[in-house]
T-cell receptor, first 115, second 113 residues
Framework: NAGVTQTPKFQVLKTGQSMTLQCAQD?????MSWYRQDPGMGLRLIHY???????DQGEVPNGYNVSRSTTEDFPLRLLSAAPSQTSVYFC??????????????FGQGTRLTVV | GENVEQHPSTLSVQEGDSAVIKCTYS??????FPWYKQELGKGPQLIID?????GEKKDQRIAVTLNKTAKHFSLHITETQPEDSAVYFC????????????FGTGTRLQVTL
C-alpha cells in the first residue's frame, strides 16, 4: 500500500498564480483533510471531507478550494497564490467507522513557496 | 472551538534520560488525544493515543497520561535514544464522523549523546 500520496513535493509560485496540490489515498478512508504547517503554529486544518461529494471548512480556509469527487482523491486548489500561503501542506486520511476516532495517516507534504 | 497548548517548544535531554511533553486542552467534550512524531522532511506519524475513558496508556518506552478534570495530558518517553529526536505534536478531538483534530504547536526533542 502506498498510503497517502501527495504531489508535488516542492513548488514555487509567483503571486497571483494558481495551482492544485494533489492528494490520493489507497486505504478506502472516508475522511480526508488538508493542513498547513507553519513554524511555531503546529498544524492548522484548512478543509476536510467526510466522503465523496462532501466538504467543509476548517480553521484557515480562506484562499483555498477543495472538491471530493472520489473516495481516493482530495485536491487542494490555490486560486490566486499569496506570499502568506508559503507553507508546508499535509494531506491526511482516516477511517470514520463507528463512533471512535482512528489514526490519521499523513502524506509526505508539499513545500510551497510563493514569491 | 478547541484550543490545545503544548509545552515546552524545545527539549534537550541526554541519551538514556526521560522526556516529558505536556499539553492542555480547552474543550471538556474532547475525548480523543493522539500524539504524533514528525521526523525531518516527513509527515507526522501516530505514536500513541488515548481516549477519555482511560487514564494512562503505555507502549514500550512511551506512555501517555490523561487528567480529564484538569484538561491536560502528557507524553512520557523513557530511556531516550538518538532516534527519538524529532518534533512531537499532541492533538485533541471529539470522536465522530466529522470530528476535527486540533494540534498543539509542537515540541522539538533533541536527544544528545
Amino acid at each position: 500500500n502506498a498510503g497517502v500520496t501527495q504531489t508535488p513535493k516542492f513548488q514555487v509560485l509567483k503571486t497571483g498564480q494558481s495551482m492544485t496540490l494533489q492528494c490520493a489515498q489507497d486505504m478506502n478512508h472516508e475522511y480526508m483533510s488538508w493542513y498547513r504547517q507553519d513554524p511555531g503554529m503546529g498544524l492548522r486544518l484548512i478543509h476536510y471531507s467526510v466522503g465523496a461529494g462532501i466538504t467543509d471548512q476548517g480553521e484557515v480556509p480562506n484562499g483555498y478550494n477543495v472538491s471530493r469527487s472520489t473516495t481516493e482523491d482530495f485536491p487542494l486548489r490555490l486560486l490566486s497564490a499569496a506570499p502568506s500561503q508559503t507553507s508546508v501542506y499535509f494531506c491526511a486520511s482516516r477511517t470514520t467507522g463507528g463512533v471512535l476516532d482512528t489514526e490519521a495517516f499523513f502524506g509526505q507534504g508539499t513545500r510551497l513557496t510563493v514569491v | 472551538g478547541e484550543n490545545v497548548e503544548q509545552h515546552p517548544s524545545t527539549l534537550s535531554v541526554q541519551e538514556g534520560d526521560s522526556a516529558v511533553i505536556k499539553c492542555t486542552y480547552s474543550d471538556s467534550a474532547s475525548n480523543y488525544f493522539p500524539w504524533y512524531k514528525q521526523e525531518l522532511g516527513k509527515g507526522p506519524q501516530l505514536i500513541i493515543d488515548i481516549r477519555s475513558n482511560v487514564g494512562e496508556k503505555k507502549d514500550q518506552r512511551i506512555a501517555v497520561t490523561l487528567n480529564k478534570t484538569a484538561k491536560h495530558f502528557s507524553l512520557h518517553i523513557t530511556e531516550t535514544q538518538p532516534e527519538d529526536s524529532a518534533v512531537y505534536f499532541c492533538a485533541a478531538s471529539l470522536t465522530g464522523t466529522a470530528s476535527k483534530l486540533t494540534f498543539g504547536t509542537g515540541t522539538r526533542l533533541q536527544v544528545t549523546l
